[in-house]
């Protein structure tokens, strides 16, 4: 299984989980405001991708996506997604546009996993 959010153009956040035989799902968790939207933009095109080369696994993996265009940048480490500490000291400040936009939105219980728990 992997699971995941997406911060969509119009700046909705949705939270998904994809398992390998089907069932996937998605939600809408909430909407970024347009000048939240704009500064996480311009902080993505402020970050030189070509130069943070990140593409570790471990037993569990994180993972964070930015898709420019036609162009999509992956980059892969061991740890948790909403663990700063695990997140590699290259990737942080790019991480930390992205998390905490979402964890302005998301609920605490609902980021780790425990919702409906």
Do not use: C
Not at 49 to 75: C, K, P
């Amino acid at each position: 299984m992997s699971a995941g959010y997406s911060i969509l153009t119009d700046g909705t956040i949705t939270k998904w989980t994809a398992f390998p035989r089907g069932r996937d799902s998605e939600q809408t968790v909430g909407k970024l405001t347009e000048n939240e939207y704009h500064t996480l933009v311009s902080e993505i095109h402020a970050t030189d991708f070509r130069v943070l080369r990140q593409q570790e696994t471990g037993n569990m993996t994180a993972s964070l996506r930015i898709t420019q265009g036609d162009e999509t940048f992956t980059f892969l480490w061991p740890g948790l997604h909403n663990k700063d500490q695990d997140v590699p000291p290259a990737l942080r400040p790019l991480w930390r546009s992205v998390w905490t936009r979402i964890a302005s939105i998301e609920s605490p219980s609902d980021m780790n996993g425990e919702a409906g728990q």
